[in-house]
């Protein structure tokens, strides 16, 4: 009998267990967190805030002002010596690979620092010159308040941790925004070109 | 001193499992030991298991003997560890136990409960090839994690830097080896299989 009530109980563990994996794990396809945010922006996009960014010109701009364009949108940070610029290059090469949607406003590109103390308008600036921008739908800007940042954040899922250099390191992506106001897709970064591509499915839907 | 030691550990043993869990619990010592993955996964959690092997000490014998029927040679209670195990070695977890409060209630009740307890309960119990295939795997996973976190060239956690990811693969090949020396010695010089035979009523884990 402790045979039999052994192998039920154990049953149960394994099964219970199993489907709590299964849920935790989003069907076993997320075992971390940059899978996980993907996965769940996939299935249920996510409103994201409407925060006001002081922009490299030194001017204010609605994240809501810029509904009605699709949003590429990464998150910097301007003394960045590693992913921010190669975020950067990446994305001074869609400005040209998206040059047609750009100069139909169909496209904005946005880089949204989360240094704000540090990232004033003058930086922002010579961030975007330093990534050979090429002048035509990219915006550097940085959250007026700590409030802004911590809305912005969590609505993309971003975790700014300290290093051992006096630096940050995050979770680099790449976020598309669609003309609602809606966080759709995280895409890796290092590959502009598979970016465009999905940005330009989205654009033919 | 380890003799005197294990012996206060065995007269409260209860005492010192709240205590211990009170500790753990306490923002500073979440702080100090979540700012690391290797001090989570290599202290935090095992320190929460060991919470959980004291606190069988403290079940009433009604209950011991309600499980004990359920649980023919350990097997169910080293089930039911081994799977909680699984979600704590999850990087997503180890994250959202760090940001999510919730998650973080989640581990400090289930790593005690759900995996140091029933193992104690069920360790008496085992016997020599239940005891040596968990060991293997207890070991392998050390091998395949350590091994996973070693080579892994991103980080698997967000809230951790690369390095780090990097010194606890490091430390887990470390820990895996001496586990092995560990065994090895036993089986050669040890009484490696008399434990269940010999102590067949008592709840505490073998050293």
Known sequence: MAILRT???SLVVL???GATLSATTGRFQAFTTEAARRLAVQQHPAQTPAVTLQLQSGARIGLADLRGKWLLVDFIYTRCPTYCLALGSEFAQLQDRLAGPIAQGQVQLVSISFDPERDTP???AAYLQRSGDRGHGWLAGRPIDSRGLGQLERAFGITVIADTMGGYTHNAAIHLVDPQGRLVEILDSGDPELVAQATLRRLDR | MIARLTAWLHRHPTRIAALLLLTLSTPLARQNLESSMTAQML???????????LLSRSLPRRTL???AAWNHRGISTLVLASVTSAFWMLPRLLDAAVNDPLVAIAKFLSVPLLIGLPFALGWPRMGFIVKGVF???????FFRLGWLYLIWPERLCNNYLLDDQQRLGQYMLLIGVALVVAVAGKLLWGRFDSLAESRPASTAPAR
């Open chain 1, 122 to 124: 003058p930086q922002l």
């Open chain 1, 15 to 17: 099964l219970a267990g």
């Open chain 2, 135 to 141: 060991l293997l795997e207890f070991i392998a996973t």
């Open chain 1, 7 to 9: 192998l039920l109980a």
């Open chain 2, 43 to 53: 202290l935090q959690i095992p320190l929460l298991v060991v919470a959980g092997l």
């Open chain 2, 65 to 67: 003997a309600f499980v």
